[in-house]
């Protein structure tokens, strides 16, 4: 063989290896003064309904703040498919499991990080916080960040105690994420912005929209997708069965108002049913006789007189003598 033949069979045997991929890692730099830990705190979410969730058991690992504000996260331990995770730091005086949710002390950032992630937070314009970073080389955790500055602009702004004003802004911030969701190629971008849309509160007014996201997303199998199928589909349910509930509750009152304000057409419509028997045995009846005293005033017996009675009750849509007296 010649030396050129050779060399072109080394590379095609190098480029046909698949090499292992490296683990990667979370790194940041954050500047904390004396009121925090000089710690970085890591949790994973396994729902998004736990998104705010805190507990001790669900840290599963923390960095040091070095003296030049660095920090760094080793993911060799980590799942190789994408996950939610936490990023949160802690007063020095609070619990390492403790949240501060709102306001410029925000101690927490939602990340989506997987085994080979490899990815670095700078701080932003705001000391003391980890909520104000900004990612470098991870265009889903920018998203991510893009969402929470949707929700963030809206809590900042001054309505001046305009309910409607408010309620405006944020169908319309709902609406933005739920554009974000249908347009992310990324699917737990996507569902981050559908939770973060309140999507319990507009299932009705938005079914096809979910209808076409469930079907859009119908190949993606992580616990989180699944766990929102399951979700939405019991919400669906519940509100199916609460939408019969009012419908029955309705139907009900109105019966009830109708008995009400035109109960004498119903009595009169159904007194016509009664035989010339019947109608006098109803008004002995009316008059609190008992069925001995009928039996005898009619010269009848006790059996032909509860056969009467029965029959009475079932025309009159009644069960008892006391229904009888309120007619």
């Not at 990340?111 to 265009?139: M, P, Q, W």
């Not at 602009?153 to 554009?179: G, M, P, V």
């Not at 319990?200 to 699944?226: A, C, P, R, V």
Request: with cysteine; charged share 25%; aromatic share 12%.
């Amino acid at each position: 063989m010649t030396k050129v033949t050779w060399t072109i069979l080394v590379c095609i045997f190098f480029t046909s290896i698949s090499f292992p991929q490296s683990n990667g890692s979370i790194k940041g730099n954050i500047e904390l003064d004396e009121a925090w830990k000089q710690k970085v705190f890591l949790s994973e979410i396994s729902s998004f309904n736990d998104l705010y969730k805190m507990s001790n058991s669900m840290i599963i690992s923390e960095a040091d703040i070095d003296s030049l504000n660095n920090f760094v996260f080793d993911l060799s331990n980590f799942s190789e498919e994408d996950k939610i995770y936490r990023l949160h730091i802690a007063k020095t005086d609070s619990p390492n499991a403790s949240l501060i949710i709102g306001g410029k002390e925000e101690n927490f950032k939602f990340i989506i990080a997987n085994k080979y992630s490899d990815f670095e937070i700078k701080r932003g314009n705001l000391k003391n916080t980890i909520s104000d970073v900004v990612f470098s080389n991870s265009i889903k955790n920018n998203s991510i960040q893009y969402i929470d500055l949707v929700l963030k602009s809206i809590d900042s702004i001054d309505y001046s105690n305009s309910q409607i004003k408010r309620s405006f802004i944020l169908k319309a911030a709902q609406e933005k994420l739920r554009f974000i969701a249908d347009t992310s190629s990324h699917s737990l971008v996507s569902l981050y912005a559908i939770y973060k849309s309140n999507f319990k509160n507009n299932l009705i007014s938005h079914k096809d929209y979910y209808q076409d996201y469930i079907k859009k997303w119908e190949n993606e199998n992580s616990s989180y997708f699944k766990k929102f199928r399951k979700e939405l589909s019991l919400e669906s349910r519940d509100t199916n069965y609460n939408y019969i509930i009012l419908v029955a509750a309705i139907s009900f009152i109105l019966g009830l108002i109708i008995s009400k304000v035109f109960p004498s057409q119903s009595i009169n419509k159904n007194f016509k049913l009664l035989s010339i028997q019947e109608r006098k045995i109803y008004e002995a009846l009316k008059d609190g006789k008992s069925n001995k005293e009928i039996s005898e005033e009619f010269n009848i017996g006790i059996s032909t007189v509860k056969s009467h009675v029965s029959s009475i009750y079932s025309k009159l849509n009644i069960k008892s003598r006391k229904e009888i007296l309120n007619l």
